[in-house]
């Protein structure tokens, strides 16, 4: 697990462990196993139960980065902990804080660092090809068309080198990918974020907020 209380039950320490199934225990994956498409639903679709449970389990740890920066340096020491740190960092704020600007101001840099650190590491590899989806999507959520086109670059490369029982499932994540792309290299940005960065929108974004585009949950 990412982490566990201690005898007081308002302090939360979090660890990390080997064991990629208590890493990702939030989607149900087990390795070496098909994804059941209801589990990722469950995950990126969740809705309020899910937003919920994420606040109830993290809500307290999220603080203690957004205001202290604390754990990062104890869990980016290996490849598992900085996994448990991307996801930590990428996926639970938009749970936690949606609808607010937190996730895309304060997290969303924290999560590029580190996937750039693995990157530079190659430790990407040497986690399993489900895994390594939530070291590149900071680099899917990121409105800087590089970090897009390596993205891309990784997402392809994983699927291509990935076991026959994954493939419908990184098929699908690559689809995500080149979507999230294409929106960058039309637009320099997500309008979607526009209402909660109080950015303002330009003619030809509110054409495409017209059209009922993907907001990918937000």
């Known amino acids: 697990m990412l982490y566990k209380k201690g005898e007081d039950s308002r302090e939360k320490k979090v660890y990390c462990t080997s064991s990629s199934t208590s890493q990702l225990r939030l989607i149900g994956f087990k390795y070496g196993e098909p994804v059941p498409k209801e589990l990722?639903?469950?995950w990126f679709n969740g809705g309020k139960a899910v937003d919920d449970a994420c606040r109830e389990e993290f809500g307290l740890v999220l603080e203690e980065i957004k205001n202290e920066n604390k754990y990062i340096d104890e869990l980016r020491q290996t490849p598992?902990?900085?996994?448990?740190?991307?996801?930590?960092?990428?996926?639970?704020?938009?749970?936690?804080?949606?609808?607010?600007a937190i996730p895309f101001r304060v997290f969303d840099p924290m999560a590029r660092e580190i996937t750039r650190y693995v990157l530079e590491n190659k430790w990407d590899e040497q986690v399993?090809?489900?895994?390594?989806?939530?070291?590149?999507?900071?680099?899917?959520?990121?409105?800087?068309?590089?970090?897009?086109?390596?993205?891309?670059?990784?997402?392809?490369?994983?699927?291509?080198?990935?076991?026959?029982?994954?493939?419908?499932?990184?098929?699908?994540?690559?689809?995500?990918?080149?979507?999230?792309?294409?929106?960058?290299?039309?637009?320099?940005?997500?309008?979607?974020?526009?209402?909660?960065?109080?950015?303002?929108?330009?003619?030809?974004?509110?054409?495409y907020m017209k059209s009922g585009p993907n907001t990918f949950g937000q």
């Open 40 to 42: 990722i639903t469950r």
């Open 128 to 207: 399993n090809h489900i895994e390594r989806i939530f070291f590149y999507l900071p680099l899917e959520h990121s409105e800087n068309l590089q970090d897009q086109e390596l993205c891309l670059q990784k997402s392809l490369e994983n699927w291509n080198s990935a076991p026959p029982v994954y493939q419908g499932i990184l098929k699908v994540d690559h689809d995500f990918v080149v979507e999230h792309y294409e929106i960058i290299k039309r637009f320099g940005r997500f309008p979607h974020r526009n209402y909660v960065l109080e950015r303002e929108f330009t003619p030809e974004e509110i054409e």
């Open 80 to 100: 598992q902990g900085a996994l448990s740190l991307a996801i930590l960092l990428d996926q639970l704020p938009r749970n936690v804080y949606r609808k607010t």
